[in-house]
């Protein structure tokens, strides 16, 4: 079993940096690879990024270039730096652990957090 509680959301202007903060509870958080979603209103949840327990990284094209997926082991946190924020990247972000590497699909996953709002203006 995995809790995951997702933090560092809020209002930011286009252009703008954010960094989320994603911290796991429970067992064996080094072995799950692990994702962030996003659901915006009216849409469905997409996959943004994934890091493997070896570290190996995989985006979504919208992101790619401008996020950053990482992870630290010890301390069962994993990241998602955004840079260059526009408006279409306003969404709930999930973060979420499965066993399956390299996977964008949301049904790979087991374990999701309660989700943090970012709002970007223009």
């Known amino acids: 079993q995995v809790q995951l509680a997702e933090s560092g959301g809020g209002l930011v202007q286009a252009g703008d940096s954010l960094r989320l903060s994603c911290v796991a509870t429970?067992?064996?958080?080094?072995?799950?690879?692990m994702a962030w979603f996003r659901q915006a209103p009216g849409k469905e949840r997409e996959f943004v990024a994934g890091i493997t327990w070896g570290h190996n990284t995989y985006y979504a094209e919208s992101v790619k270039g401008r996020f950053t997926i990482s992870r630290d082991n010890t301390n069962d946190i994993v990241y998602l730096q955004m840079n260059t924020l526009k408006p279409e990247d306003t969404a709930v972000y999930y973060c979420?652990?499965?066993?399956?590497?390299?996977?964008?699909?949301?049904?790979?996953?087991?374990?999701w957090g309660q989700g943090t709002q970012i709002t970007v203006s223009s």
């Open positions: 979420a652990a499965g066993k399956m590497m390299g996977s964008k699909l949301d049904s790979s996953y087991t374990y």
């Open positions: 429970g067992r064996a958080f080094s072995s799950y690879a």
